[in-house]
């Protein structure tokens, strides 16, 4: 059979991703929190993001489920760094039905069997950051990626997850635990964050660059299968593995749900964006370039990782 990962990447459009990156994280929508609702608007801008992404994913041909959680707001402590300012919201504070969306493509060969794309789709909810790199990239380049492969014959299924990692309790957690308790097969977990964020001097020397994070020898397996597609398929980026102690983020929660095949694809590590968790964090700065070929990546080890797979 014909390799199709080549066609698949060929598929990319880095306009399409820049048009969703500024729609979610400038105009209209400015920041996706939800306790932030803008001037004479009806809707939290959470809420309008979630609108944007799900008529999205639909015109794509998706039908997009919801899963409810209940969320609060971070509260701003100005005398930590600013990379950190979040911390824990009292009892007396607001809890909201904050979503979880699901758009999923039914695999031919193992139905049952599970690729998970996810990433958080929420800006910081204890500041007013558009959250360009962290993470409206993340949402873009999975919305790019369920696009491409809507009609391509995948043995396994796939789900784009799109969950809130910027309020409190996470709501990855909720998904993961509830594909626990339905007893969900799920086979592979990329979790795509902050992708292209990175220092200026990785910026002004014009570097592009993947990392990714892994906790168990299972996600180590996958990081591998990500430094061989990348140079299989001559995506070109400066890509590495990293090992962590413990399972953090949006993976972690499929981790900690008992999923090891699970990673996260981040710009660098430690993550070096100068405008991390800042009102700054704004789409002009992103290496959209950096974002186009990290999608490729992504993309290409998702279908690579479904070809390769053997029940
Ligand atoms: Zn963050």
């Given at each position: 059979?014909?390799?199709?990962?080549?066609?698949?990447?060929?598929?990319?459009?880095?306009?399409?991703?820049?048009?969703?990156?500024?729609?979610?994280?400038?105009?209209?929508?400015?920041?996706?929190?939800?306790?932030?609702?803008?001037?004479?608007?009806?809707?939290?801008s959470?809420?309008?993001?979630?609108?944007?992404?799900?008529?999205?994913l639909?015109?794509?041909?998706?039908?997009?489920?919801k899963?409810?959680?209940?969320?609060?707001?971070?509260?701003?402590?100005?005398?930590?760094?600013?990379?950190?300012?979040?911390?824990?919201?009292?009892?007396?504070?607001?809890?909201?039905?904050?979503?979880?969306?699901?758009?999923?493509?039914?695999?031919s060969?193992?139905?049952?069997?599970?690729?998970?794309?996810?990433?958080?789709?929420?800006?910081?909810?204890?500041?007013?950051?558009?959250?360009?790199?962290?993470?409206?990239?993340?949402?873009?380049?999975?919305?790019?990626?369920?696009?491409?492969?809507?009609?391509?014959?995948?043995?396994?299924?796939?789900?784009?997850?799109?969950?809130?990692?910027?309020?409190t309790?996470w709501?990855?957690?909720?998904?993961?635990?509830?594909?626990?308790?339905?007893?969900?097969?799920?086979?592979?977990?990329f979790?795509?964050?902050?992708?292209?964020?990175?220092?200026?001097?990785?910026?002004?020397?014009?570097?592009?660059?993947?990392?990714?994070?892994?906790?168990?020898?299972?996600?180590?397996?996958?990081?591998?299968?990500?430094?061989?597609?990348?140079?299989?398929?001559?995506?070109?980026?400066?890509?590495?593995?990293?090992?962590?102690?413990?399972?953090?983020?949006?993976?972690?929660?499929?981790i900690?749900?008992?999923f090891?095949?699970?990673?996260?694809?981040?710009?660098?590590?430690p993550?070096?964006?100068?405008?991390?968790?800042?009102?700054?964090?704004?789409?002009?700065?992103?290496?959209?370039?950096?974002?186009?070929?990290?999608?490729?990546?992504?993309?290409?080890?998702?279908?690579y990782?479904?070809?390769?797979?053997?029940?």
């Open positions: 059979m014909k390799d199709p990962i080549s066609e698949l990447i060929a598929c990319v459009v880095q306009d399409e991703l820049s048009k969703n990156l500024f729609c979610l994280s400038k105009e209209p929508i400015t920041y996706r929190k939800v306790n932030y609702t803008a001037p004479g608007h009806r809707k939290n959470l809420y309008e993001a979630d609108d944007y992404i799900t008529e999205t639909e015109s794509y041909g998706y039908k997009v489920e899963e409810k959680c209940s969320a609060q707001a971070f509260r701003r402590d100005t005398s930590k760094p600013l990379a950190s300012q979040y911390s824990s919201p009292m009892p007396e504070d607001p809890f909201y039905d904050i979503y979880n969306l699901y758009a999923k493509k039914e695999g060969k193992y139905p049952d069997k599970i690729i998970v794309f996810i990433a958080h789709k929420d800006s910081q909810s204890w500041i007013d950051s558009p959250g360009a790199y962290d993470n409206a990239v993340g949402t873009v380049a999975i919305m790019e990626i369920a696009r491409i492969i809507k009609d391509y014959p995948s043995n396994c299924s796939f789900w784009f997850i799109f969950c809130n990692e910027e309020h309790p709501t990855s957690v909720t998904a993961a635990q509830n594909a626990k308790s339905r007893g969900d097969n799920i086979v592979a977990v979790n795509i964050d902050s992708l292209g964020g990175k220092s200026y001097e990785d910026i002004d020397s014009g570097k592009k660059t993947n990392v990714t994070l892994y906790t168990t020898p299972e996600g180590e397996k996958i990081a591998d299968m990500m430094s061989l597609v990348n140079k299989k398929y001559k995506i070109g980026l400066d890509q590495r593995k990293c090992m962590r102690s413990s399972p953090g983020d949006d993976d972690g929660s499929f900690n749900a008992g090891l095949n699970a990673i996260v694809n981040v710009g660098s590590f993550y070096m964006d100068p405008n991390y968790h800042a009102e700054t964090d704004i789409p002009e700065f992103v290496d959209i370039q950096n974002v186009f070929m990290s999608t490729k990546l992504s993309l290409a080890c998702g279908v990782f479904d070809i390769n797979y053997k029940p």
